[in-house]
């Protein structure tokens, strides 16, 4: 994964698509699943982001993507 700490300029279309997927399964919605980094996968991303504690910042970083594929607690 092409992860750059301030951006998602890095991130290829299949990364978002996985990206987008997860959001879509966890009940955030980042709009299409189509590899675009739109405005309603930003907002998902966001919205993720602030549900876990995180900075509400839209780039997917080594700390969302962890927290994203993590395990879910009962």
Known sequence: MSL???DNS???SEEILLVQDRLK???FNPGPVDGIMGPR???AIIAFKR?????PRVWV???T????YEPELP
């Open 4 to 6: 750059k700490a301030t």
């Open 10 to 12: 890095l991130m290829t």
């Open 25 to 27: 399964s966890l009940g």
């Open 41 to 43: 996968t930003e907002s």
């Open 51 to 55: 549900s876990r504690g995180l900075k």
């Open 61 to 63: 970083g080594p700390q």
């Open 65 to 68: 993507w962890q927290m994203l």
